[in-house]
């Protein structure tokens, strides 16, 4: 049970880092007040991280939390885990807490995987007690047994996860807080990850508190779903219902901008951009966009072109983490000055779940860049599965739907 | 109202100094156990003499010592053989300086784990004095052998009543470096050019304590000064009573308590107020 009331949380920028003692002495020798650091100025010199957050979770209740990147959801975990202070509001609640901010901490890299297994789990929490008597069956969940007396630093990155969580899997708290470690270890071990979740929330009736980006699994695991945005709680409800609204929100998605006059709109002397559209063909009646769905992407710009020089117009589309997915290209053309058009098909079946970004690049000459158009429409595609019991994040940037045939040839080989 | 009470804990936006949680230690006493057992496993797996280095570490100190200040400076041991006395002398500064600088990193050394979860923080300078005691008993081992050696060739007296002091001299001592490291903690992690400064204050410090000269010969006009470090006391207290020399100032030793006990409140509140604001910085 826990009783959120009001919570804020104020971070000032740039002032945060540590900062050098030689300064502050001279400030406070001399009398004068310190300048905030790293040239900001001292009105936008801070977010609000969260603003006036009030929920109630009922004991045995499982509590997702969604929201954009800088929502609020890490830090609204943060604060109900103690790592950091609100600074408005209270937080009560009834329980032992034990949070998972993170698999593997306070892990020693020079220990062996049975003294990390006693270390992770103290620090989790666990008494000596629980870990011995649940010390088998973290060691099975791991599968690392027969390098349990091997220092951490010898094991693979896989290893060290699987022991990782074994250890968090097992924790006995009244309160678990969970962030995003669904995002590890390979697809075997997720699912591994997931039913025993499932099982922690449901036959033990622990409390949960769960931040992913995992929209199906949070679909399945929570009772309830909270959104958050720019730090505020903007909704709250059954999990379809909350993903369902959450997509919607042109927050996430930015599938269109369009300048009707030249001298605002983006751009310089040689390209102004008019209208870069993004148009889903939904599969369904939902507009939502899923692996299923296909894009087109629209481009209209203003052209005026120096000389005779050719103009190329190239796409490159984003993972939200960085990674390009693919970088395509016009044809070289000579069009005159005016309104030029561009179009490009994503298809369905290509994209996998996901956020992703799209920037437009205009090279003239092959090599001089006229404009980048940098992450000018942004989306997420949700996922769609028919007929799977397997809800983990499904691996790789692309899904293509490429056919997998399986067949016997011979009926008499043996294993 | 009745429900009002029904919360086990609470969080609010305050900064307490004295809202110390201490008494959530003892429910974290695996965890105190497992901390200690990692600083020794982990310190000593990764050095080539391994444990030993415990032991060489003060037996090479000492005989530089003997030779550098016995031999070549010629400063006065007080009457005592060379060997005890440095020995004693380094003994007891480095109990206190480990315990100092094995604190004053807390925030910056333990980022990741305070930034990704919550137990008691003090636990980890505490974890970190522990270790150290234990330290401290092997070389005090080591001590006791060389005592026994002067001892039986007459040239030490015998152990006394007075050594039943003995601990709570080196408790004293290693509280206090327990006290100046919380409050240097807080410090680093806000300030990161204070690095540089704090390693040669702390060697200063060494020379302005009596580790290889007896208090004896400080000129008349340093007496106070050099006795208000709490350590002169310390230091020389642990000696007098190993060496039969006789009461030490009763009033500077307990000023030396005093003082010990004032730093260890403000290092402990100290601690406690920025422990989670520093998470935010750090």
Not at chain 1, 338 to 351: D, N, V
Not at chain 1, 385 to 391: D, G, I, M, P, V
């Amino acid at each position: 049970m826990i009783k959120v009331e009001g919570i804020s949380k104020y971070y000032r920028l740039g002032t945060q880092g540590a900062g050098r003692f030689r300064e502050d002495f001279g400030h406070w020798w001399r009398g004068t007040p310190g300048p905030s650091r790293d040239g900001v100025s001292g009105k936008e010199a801070h977010i609000w991280a969260l603003r006036d957050v009030s929920f109630t979770i009922g004991e045995g209740e499982v509590a997702g939390f969604i929201g954009k990147n800088g929502a609020g959801k890490s830090t609204l975990l943060k604060i109900i885990s103690r790592i950091t202070r609100p600074t408005e509001g209270r937080i009560r609640g009834r329980g032992r807490i034990a949070s998972l901010l993170e698999v593997g901490t306070g892990f020693h890299s020079e220990l062996t995987g049975r003294e990390n297994i006693f270390l992770n789990g103290h620090i989790l929490g666990m008494t000596r007690r629980e870990i011995q008597s649940q010390f088998d069956e973290i060691v099975d969940f791991s599968g690392v047994g027969a390098f349990l007396d091997t220092p951490v630093k010898r094991y693979s990155s896989g290893m060290y996860v699987r022991l990782a969580f074994a250890v968090a899997a097992h924790l006995m708290p009244e309160i678990l807080i969970v962030d995003e470690v669904l995002a590890v270890g390979d697809a075997e071990f997720q699912q591994k990850c997931l039913r025993k979740m499932k099982e922690i929330s449901g036959k033990k009736g622990r409390t949960v508190l769960f931040v992913s980006h995992n929209l199906q699994a949070l679909g399945n695991l929570c009772q309830r779903v909270f959104i958050l945005e720019k730090g505020r709680l903007a909704d709250s409800g059954p999990p379809t219902a909350m993903i369902a609204r959450y997509l919607r929100e042109d927050c996430i998605q930015c599938l269109r901008q369009a300048y009707d006059d030249p001298v605002v709109a983006p751009g310089n002397a040689h390209i102004r951009i008019k209208r870069v559209e993004l148009i889903p063909s939904y599969p369904g009646e939902e507009e939502l966009i899923d692996v299923r769905t296909a894009l087109r992407l629209e481009l209209e710009f203003w052209y005026e072109p120096t000389g005779s020089e050719d103009i190329i117009v190239g796409i490159h589309l984003f993972t939200l983490g960085g990674d390009c997915i693919f970088d395509v290209a016009s044809p070289r053309s000579y069009p005159g000055k005016g309104l030029i058009r561009a179009s490009c098909e994503i298809p369905a079946h290509f994209l996998n779940d996901g956020s992703y970004y799209i920037s437009i690049v205009f090279v003239s000459n092959t090599t001089k860049r006229l404009f980048y158009f940098e992450s000018c429409l942004s989306f997420e595609v949700a996922d769609h599965r028919e007929n799977t019991a397997w809800y983990g994040k499904w691996m790789g940037h692309v899904r293509p739907d490429f056919k997998v045939q399986l067949e016997t040839y011979n009926p008499f080989a043996h294993v | 109202m009745q429900r009002e009470k029904e919360w086990d804990w609470e969080i609010d936006p305050k900064y307490h100094w004295f809202k110390w949680e201490l008494g959530a230690i003892p429910r974290y006493k695996d965890l105190l156990y497992r901390l200690v057992r990692r600083d020794l496993l982990a310190n000593y797996q990764q050095s080539v003499l391994g444990p030993l280095w415990i032991l060489v570490q003060p037996v090479l100190t000492t005989l530089l010592y003997w030779i550098i200040f016995g031999r070549i400076v010629k400063v006065s041991t007080n009457g005592v053989p060379p060997l005890p006395f440095y020995l004693s002398g380094i003994i007891c500064w480095n109990f206190f300086a480990d315990c100092l600088s094995g604190t004053m990193y807390t925030f910056i050394t333990n980022s990741a784990i305070f930034s990704k979860v919550w137990f008691p923080r003090l636990l980890v300078p505490l974890s970190g004095i522990l270790a150290h005691s234990l330290r401290l008993a092997i070389q005090l081992g080591l001590f006791i052998l060389l005592y026994g050696y002067y001892y039986l060739h007459n040239r030490l007296p015998g152990p006394g009543i007075g050594w039943l002091m003995l601990p709570i001299v080196l408790l004293l001592t290693g509280l206090f470096g327990l006290g100046v490291g919380l409050i240097l903690s807080v410090a680093t992690a806000k300030y990161r050019d204070l690095d540089y400064s704090l390693q040669f204050i702390l060697r200063l410090w060494m020379f302005a304590s009596p580790v290889f000269y007896p208090a004896a010969i400080i000129p008349a006009g340093f007496v106070l000064w050099f006795w208000l470090n709490p350590l002169t006391p310390l230091i020389e207290a642990f000696r007098a009573l190993c060496f039969g020399w006789g009461a030490i100032p009763a009033g500077y030793l307990w000023m030396a308590a005093g003082t010990v006990l004032a730093v260890l409140i403000v290092g402990v509140a100290l601690f406690k107020r920025h422990e989670t604001s520093l998470t935010d910085i750090v």
